[in-house]
């Protein structure tokens, strides 16, 4: 494959000359291959699609405005899918799409608890399905989307919230605890990832829950678990500049403080109680005040938000 060392000027032919790149970057077949590009010639490949947007026509509503700004915040027909849905934040996000107006896809391993994630959906009116999944196994994730879609037809939203805690210090910890812990945290969000952007249309959007410990840190020695959110915040922007011009699919992350679940259940003694000076609002976050910036994010609300990370930690990270 050739890469032409010049490039046409970008800014003056952004429709015609893009498709070209993206043609020598994925030669059609050859998806694995990566291409054989010089540092130079990478460096001058404007990677990001500029899309030929329509500009506003003056008089004429555009499709939020006539819609009103509230219903941008609904969900009503679409699918979500949450990982992490057997327990503490993950059925918070469940339970906030379905009162939002979407169905719900459920994973996580511990099926038995997903039913209860189900029932809490139905009860807000809307359908959901519950899938046993490990999510640092790749078919496993490529099953619930599968499901989700063979269920509902379509899958809109992805919330990657399954996730494992530790607190090992750095010198004792063995290679298999710090493995584990990125293999569910911060692979197992990517393995999501891959398979809901093979089925999502235009419109889409992908939540990772990360945490403030992707910021800074809280005292705990916690390597593992700080890298694995670290790195999901770099998957976050990586996802949203590959998928958002190309599939039209944003990707966000949510980096939550302090919230309690079965999670800071495992805190040592008091610990949570003297991280609460940290927080200027002073208090734990309520499951709720999260959903609630998940289903913003998800909508078309927030359609102009792609690649960021929003704390959501009561004002952990300025204090
Ligand atoms: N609570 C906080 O203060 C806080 C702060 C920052 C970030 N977070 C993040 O928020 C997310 C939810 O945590 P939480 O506080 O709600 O804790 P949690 O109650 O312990 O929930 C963790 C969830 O992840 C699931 N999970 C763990 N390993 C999995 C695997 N291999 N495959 C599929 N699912 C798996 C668990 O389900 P199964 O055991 O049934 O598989 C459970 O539903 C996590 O990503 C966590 O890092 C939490």
């Known amino acids: ?37 010089s540092e130079r010639s990478l460096a001058s490949l404007p990677l990001r699609r500029v899309q030929q947007h329509e500009r506003p026509t003056p008089g004429r509503l555009s499709d939020m405005e006539s819609r009103g700004i509230l219903n ?6 679409r699918v979500a899918v949450v990982t992490g849905a057997s327990s503490g934040l993950g059925v918070a996000f469940a339970r906030a799409f379905a009162e939002a107006g979407a169905d719900v896809a459920l ?4 099926a038995d608890r997903l039913q209860a994630t189900s ?21 496993d994730c490529q099953n619930l989307v599968q499901e989700a879609v063979a269920a509902f037809g379509r899958v809109d939203i992805l919330v990657n919230n399954a996730g494992v805690g530790t607190a090992v210090p750095a010198t ?8 584990k812990v990125i293999d569910v945290n911060l692979s197992g969000c990517y393995w999501m990832a891959q398979a809901c952007a093979r089925a999502m249309q235009p419109g889409s959007s992908i939540i990772n829950i990360s945490s403030v410990l992707g910021l800074t840190t809280a005292g705990l020695p ?15 922007r990586d996802l ?29 003694e008091g610990y949570l109680e003297g991280q609460m000076n940290r927080v200027v609002v002073g208090r ?22 792609t690649g960021q990370t929003l704390a959501v930690d009561g004002g952990l990270t300025i204090a």
């Open 240 to 268: 949203a500049q590959q998928w958002t011009g190309r599939k039209g699919i944003r990707v966000n992350a949510l980096a939550p403080g302090f919230f309690h679940s079965e999670m800071t259940d495992q805190f040592p």
């Open 72 to 77: 941008c915040f609904q969900l009503d027909g």
């Open 172 to 179: 004792r910890e063995t290679p298999e605890q710090f493995r």
């Open 107 to 110: 994973g996580a391993r511990r």
């Open 1 to 37: 494959m050739v890469i032409p060392r010049r490039l046409a000027p970008v800014t003056a032919m952004p429709g015609l000359f893009i498709p070209l790149v993206e043609r020598c970057l994925v030669p059609p077949g050859i998806v694995s291959e990566a291409p054989r590009l």
């Open 119 to 139: 029932s809490l959906v139905e009860e807000a009116g809307r359908k959901a399905i519950a899938v046993a999944t490990d999510v640092s196994r790749p078919e």
């Open 222 to 236: 916690q390597a593992a678990y700080a890298a694995s959110k670290a790195g999901l915040i770099g998957l976050t």
């Open 284 to 305: 734990p976050g309520r499951p709720e005040e999260l959903a609630a910036a998940a289903v913003f994010l998800a909508g078309d609300g927030a359609g102009y938000i």
